[in-house]
């Protein structure tokens, strides 16, 4: 079990929460067979709370260390 790399400073409780679903989710993706749409729906939406390439960078780089699964990877897999 590890912690997720979010600076829950900077955002909303409900922004908090749906990060953490969207890692958990990339976890699965991962993992097992996911719905292809609803992960996209999600990334889409990732994109708009962290709003910025730099800051999304970032956090795939941690969670790459910790998890051993990349976001950007992840996703291009799936689109």
Known sequence: MYTYPIDFDLYTKQEAIFLIEFLAMIED??????????????HKKF???????????QLDKEF??????????TIKKYT
């Open 47 to 57: 994109r708009k709370i962290i709003n910025s390439v730099s800051t999304e960078k």
């Open 29 to 42: 993706a991962n993992e097992r067979k996911v719905d292809k749409d609803l992960l996209l729906k999600k």
């Open 64 to 73: 790459t260390k910790i998890s051993g699964y990349s976001i950007y990877k």
